[in-house]
């Protein structure tokens, strides 16, 4: 049980971070700090959703061979 909740947690913490890259990609991009921010936002997205997808695919597939038994 507690795997889900830390599996469901990744995939929020990724579209969050997606959503804050998104917007600060919307700016005018005149600071540095607004790349670097869209970035590093982008950045933490990515990983977080591939970690989701990694971990759903396991439990899945954990799922699977348990009901083929």
Do not use: C, W
């Amino acid at each position: 049980m507690h795997f889900k909740k830390k599996k469901e947690n990744l995939f929020i913490i990724g579209m969050f971070s997606l959503l804050i890259a998104l917007i600060l990609g919307r700016f005018d991009n005149q600071y540095p700090i607004i790349d670097f921010l869209e970035g590093m936002f982008t950045g933490i997205s990515l990983t977080m959703n591939i970690s989701f997808l990694v971990r759903f695919r396991i439990e899945r597939g954990m799922k699977d061979k348990i009901m083929d038994i």
